[in-house]
């Protein structure tokens, strides 16, 4: 049975994930696209390099946990469409859904729920390639070093265009059930910005 806390719960703990990935995401899409060609010089230095790489690797490792299936991870969106498709609710979680009543965009019923899970499954669906690439990187690569297998190519916007999804989901889902406006700001202070302007 799915309760209304735990629910709560996978959305706290998931918007904490998400604002990590959101932060990392401004610092690599900075680093990508220079404002001029001084920048672009300045960030041709191999320290901006291994600072991106090291990006990349953590916003592989982060968003696998959101987008790649697996029994031990309890943040993956496909496992939370399934508990909130499949599994009765708990007696506060229906209420929850009564007091939506009225509310524009919001879940009155289990059958809006599902209506936007199957309209987000699609977009995940469209981005299967892309996610079974992070995959394969973070098992053969980043988890386990896997000498002598061939590596997909998977791009810094392809895992620029996975953040936005998670984003864009977790936004979904909060506003319609919880009625939350989350927007991920960038936190100015973790932005790597200032230095490349400095110089």
Known sequence: MLQLKELENWFDDTEVLIS???EISMNMDRILHPLNGKEEKLLK???FDHYLAMLR???VIQLSKLFIHNDKERRNF???FNRLRYE??????KSRLKENRGKAGSFVYKRDIIELIDSLLQKLD???AIIH???VLRDRHFAHTDPGKELPDLSSMHLLELSQLAEDIYTALSTALFGRNTVFTKNKNRSI???IRAN
């Open 20 to 22: 990590e990935i959101s």
């Open 45 to 47: 230095n191999a320290f």
């Open 126 to 128: 469209m981005k299967s």
């Open 193 to 195: 910005d200032p230095i």
């Open 133 to 135: 690439s992070m995959k």
């Open 88 to 93: 009765p609710y708990d007696k506060k979680l």
């Open 78 to 80: 496909r496992k939370l």
């Open 57 to 59: 690797t953590v916003l």
